[in-house]
T-cell receptor
Framework: NAGVTQTPKFQVLKTGQSMTLQCAQD?????MYWYRQDPGMGLRLIYY???????DKGEVPNGYNVSRLNKREFSLRLESAAPSQTSVYFC????????????FGSGTRLTVV | KNQVEQSPQSLIILEGKNCTLQ??????????LRWYKQDTGRGPVSLTI?????NTKSNGRYTATLDADTKQSSLHITASQLSDSASYIC????????????FGAGTQVVVTP
């Protein structure tokens, strides 16, 4: 049982390049989330998808877009990467938005130079 | 200003000793408070979850307490082991926030032989 799988694990981008972070869960969860984690700060919500077919902005959505491809997959896209987007990105899922049980992926460490 | 503050930022303890981590929050009202453990290079994993009406919750050698009147929580680690070396994150779920959790920055614990 893999849980939440994120790819890639590491990525280096040049300023202005684009990329998509992939996330897939195999727990039949309805809700999925993208967070970023920066040194000295708590995880911050970028976008979330309460259920298949819906997406909404979180606390720090600027510079990102998301796609809920199906119930399993939720991708995060950086259209024009900036050094301020250097961070560790975590995807998470839960049965419902108000569920206690969040499962996190192992993260993607992104560096923008 | 972060609504969830944790202290200390980091600590080093000897294997076998106990330690207590602190979490102060201003989130109000809230429905539950969670403690997560995050190993280096991994995503957070849930340790305990307490509703606003609970005072204590244990998970093996981990015991969390909650004082909703003073808006403080603590996580006590008993008889620490080398595998306890990790970051411990306090997370508060605001009432009616529809899953938009507030994360503390974490306390980095290092257990030495």
């Amino acid at each position: 049982n893999a849980g939440v799988t994120q790819t890639p694990k590491f990525q280096v981008l040049k300023t202005g390049q684009s990329m998509t972070l992939q996330c897939a869960q195999d727990m039949n969860h309805n809700s999925m989330y993208w967070y970023r984690q920066d040194p000295g700060m708590g995880l911050r919500l970028i976008y979330y998808s309460a259920s298949e077919g819906t997406t909404d902005k979180g606390e720090v959505p600027n510079g990102y877009n998301v796609s809920r491809l199906n119930k399993r997959e939720f991708s995060l896209r950086l259209e024009s990467a900036a050094p301020s987007q250097t961070s560790v990105y975590f995807c998470a899922s839960s049965e419902e938005m108000e569920s206690y049980g969040y499962t996190f992926g192992s993260g993607t460490r992104l560096t923008v130079v | 200003k972060n609504q969830v503050e944790q202290s200390p930022q980091s600590l080093i303890i000897l294997e076998g000793k106990n330690c207590t981590l602190q979490c102060n929050y201003t989130v109000s009202p809230f429905s539950n408070l969670r403690w997560y453990k995050q190993d280096t290079g991994r995503g957070p994993v849930s340790l305990t979850i307490m509703t606003f009406s609970e005072n204590t919750k244990s998970n093996g050698r981990y015991t969390a307490t909650l004082d909703a009147d003073t808006k403080q929580s603590s996580l006590h680690i008993t008889a620490s082991q080398l595998s306890d070396s990790a970051s411990y994150i306090c997370v508060v779920s605001p009432t009616n926030s529809w899953g938009k959790l507030q994360f503390g920055a974490g306390t980095q614990v290092v257990v030495t032989p």
